[in-house]
């Protein structure tokens, strides 16, 4: 991959942020509060120590400052008394804005998406995940050039030389930032061609598949990792998985299924994020039901829900099939929540990964949930097809099996997609 530019040319060390939360006029108290609390989880999972937080109620748009001018004072005021270096914002700055805070606070001032980014760059592990990243980052920071930046010239072979007649720096800049916007989506699309091949390999073998997909958090790794008896990263941290991983679950009626860990969302997730990793979250589009992960533990889970939702929307997955799980039943949490949840979605399996409650019957739904991508046949299959019956094997779909001299009788559950192929071997 071309080698990026750096949107810093001297990278400030954060170590102290002050938090600022901005409650608009139809939200309750708790909401903004849940969010606050949000934003200062993201900021620690950056390293960065959280020296107070601050509420504004927002009446009215300030075009300067967001927040009334006012107000703007007491927070530069609170900043300096923590001696913060750095100012998030849970709400996004017009560019003017950002730089007049910035201007004025004399420290770095940055909001939710960007620590969220900052996330996404520390956690990105694969090519695919790094080149979203990327891509999200520029087309973040395109609209708040402002400068001439004199490394972004160095970046481009011969340098300011090609610069055309009375092209001033931030033009160029703009320009190779765009170039590179470019590329990058030009490499995404291979890798996302490459990712259409694995895929159209594996289900060659068409075992039914199911994306787990939740609010950051959840326990989908978890979950994954207690079914399937495997080691994928799970961690107590916010957005500890950002690349798909795929396991293969067997189940006690002997079928098999394809889990998919995603990346967990979020609230006030910018829709831009949302374009930039459809490639990591369309193995919910394409998995033949989605099992969605709810932490009934967070008094801000129906949120949660509710936020999960929106983005499957967006993504075009909100028509898929979906068996809700109610996670951390074990832990305390708030009844009248937990009341809701249940009321809201009665057919929710409630389960604890850490103590194995629920486990059973979540698989047995799981195994419901199959019922409708398969269909029950008993077939008569002669040994000079043999191959057909070595794919039902592979499908985890035989549930019994008796050789004879003339071939084999059969009882399997058939995936569907499959299916018609076999029906000419239909035993009567």
């Known amino acids: 991959m071309a080698e990026l530019i750096d949107l810093k040319e001297e990278p400030q060390l ?20 849940g969010l606050l609390d949000e934003l200062g989880e993201l900021v620690k999972n ?29 927070i530069l005021e609170k900043a ?8 998030v914002l849970d709400d996004e700055l017009s560019p003017a804005q950002q730089r007049n805070w910035e201007r004025e606070a004399g420290v770095s001032v940055v909001n939710r998406q960007e620590i969220i980014l900052d996330i996404f760059a520390q956690r990105a592990q694969t090519k695919e ?28 072979g011969g340098g300011v030389t090609q610069r055309g007649e009375g092209e001033s720096q931030l033009e160029l800049d703009r320009r190779i930032i765009t170039e590179q916007i470019t590329k990058l989506k ?10 259409g091949v694995q895929r159209k390999r594996r289900m060659r073998i068409p075992v039914p598949g199911a994306a787990i997909v939740g609010y950051t958090n959840a326990g989908k790794s978890s ?42 969302f979020i609230r006030k997730l910018p829709h831009r994020f949302v374009e930039a990793f459809k490639a990591t979250l369309e193995e919910a589009l394409v998995s033949d039901f989605l099992i ?50 249940s009321a809201l979605y009665p057919d929710a399996v409630w389960i604890s ?11 047995g739904r799981i195994e419901g949930m199959l019922a409708h991508t398969v269909r029950a046949m008993h077939l008569f299959i002669p040994h000079a097809d043999y191959k057909a019956v070595a794919d039902l094997h592979n499908a985890g779909s035989v549930t019994s099996q008796k050789t004879t001299d003339d071939g084999v009788d059969i009882t399997a559950n058939v995936p569907l997609r499959m299916a018609g192929a076999y029906e000419k071997w239909i035993h009567q």
């Open 14 to 33: 954060v170590e102290r942020a002050l938090l600022v939360g901005i409650r608009k006029t139809d939200e309750t108290q708790e909401y903004a509060e």
């Open 46 to 74: 950056l390293g960065i120590g959280v020296v107070g937080g601050e509420i504004v109620k927002l009446r009215e748009v300030n075009p300067h400052y967001l927040v009334g001018s006012g107000k703007f004072k007491e």
């Open 80 to 87: 300096r008394q923590a001696e913060a270096d750095c100012i």
């Open 129 to 156: 995940a790094r080149l979203q990243v990327e891509l999200a980052k520029l087309e973040y920071s395109l609209p708040r050039l402002r400068k001439a930046w004199s490394h972004l010239s160095r970046q481009r």
């Open 186 to 195: 030009s490499e995404l699309a291979n890798v996302r061609t490459m990712r």
């Open 223 to 264: 979950l994954i990792n207690k079914l399937a008896n495997v080691n994928i990263l799970a961690a107590d941290m916010l957005f500890a998985t950002l690349d798909p991983t795929t396991r293969k679950l067997e189940l006690p009626n002997g079928m098999e299924i394809l889990l998919t860990d995603t990346v967990g």
């Open 292 to 341: 969605h992960v709810v932490d009934s533990s967070s008094p801000d889970a129906v949120s949660h829900v509710k936020t999960t939702l929106e983005v499957l929307k967006e993504l075009g997955a909100d028509e898929k099939k979906v068996l809700t799980v109610m996670n951390k039943c074990d832990l305390p949490g708030d009844d009248l929540v937990r009341h809701e949840l």
């Open 353 to 363: 990964v850490k103590s194995g409650e629920g486990l059973g019957e979540l698989t």
